[in-house]
């Protein structure tokens, strides 16, 4: 006789997630719930808007220790103005990110002037939102974090496999979200300042993930609102913060 846990669900029996284009009776697409239970079990990807600009801190989840550290990559600048993250098939991630920075360079050449952030994410939204309703197609299996510094100031946004966004203060996506939403929740205010930010972040990431988390794991990038730069968070500065994480 066959273990009553390893039956087959209703839907799965009807075939209801074999198939982007079909609903099942209680009016889900399962696929694209499963591409968003995919994206829960990736890196965790952290994202903020502060009073001088915005932040990005991911975790690279290492996971071998022959991998470059510095090869892996979890922010990206889409241009000057604007950076991203991200959480689940990385690969994924980066098809979306190449199509956002080709948009913002053919921006710059038609108009002269620096794309604004939503543009970024309608476009990006629009293409996840196209693979939930094609068939032959998957959905993205990857949610973004895409933050920059436009003419109406710091936005930041976070886009999942559905093709909706919403514009967030702060935002976590991938492994620890609902703990590390609990601690920003707790701990952002409107006057953190990229500096404080940063030590929310790493914080949270050393509480929930791993006491022995090191600063090769962490990929840090800002976007300050008076350069409109995106750069690379300095090594020194994550090893510090993460330090004093650590005595706690």
């Not at 543009?119 to 693979?131: E, F, P, R, Y």
Request: hydrophobic content about 40%; some cysteine; proline content about 3%.
């Amino acid at each position: 006789m066959e273990d009553d846990n390893m039956q087959p669900m209703p839907h799965q029996l009807m075939g209801y997630d074999r198939a982007i284009t079909m609903f099942s009776p209680d009016g889900r697409l399962l696929q694209v719930e499963y591409a968003k239970k995919t994206v829960r079990q990736g890196s965790t990807a952290i994202g903020m808007v502060c009073k001088d600009g915005v932040l990005f801190v991911t975790d690279k989840r290492i996971v071998d220790k022959l991998v470059v550290p510095e090869s892996i990559e979890k922010t990206w600048k889409i241009d000057d103005h604007i950076g991203a993250t991200a959480s689940g098939i990385i690969s994924d991630a980066r098809v979306l990110i190449e199509r956002a920075q080709l948009k913002a360079a053919q921006h710059r050449v038609t108009y002269d002037t620096p794309i604004d952030v939503l543009s970024i994410v309608t476009d990006i939204a629009s293409l996840k939102q196209i693979c939930t309703q094609s068939a032959g197609l998957r959905p993205f299996g990857v949610s973004t974090i895409i933050a920059g510094i436009d003419n109406t100031g710091a936005k930041l946004f976070e886009t999942d496999p559905t093709g909706i966004f919403f514009q967030y203060k702060a935002t976590v996506i991938g492994e620890g979200e609902a703990e590390i939403s609990e601690i920003l929740d707790q701990e952002y205010t409107d006057d953190v300042t990229l500096e404080e930010g940063l030590r929310i972040c790493v914080n949270a990431l050393v509480r929930i993930l791993d006491k022995k988390f090191n600063v090769e794991r962490i990929d840090a990038a800002y976007i300050e609102i008076k350069e409109k730069a995106f750069r690379k968070m300095d090594r020194s500065r994550i090893e510090k913060v993460l330090r004093e994480a650590k005595k706690k």
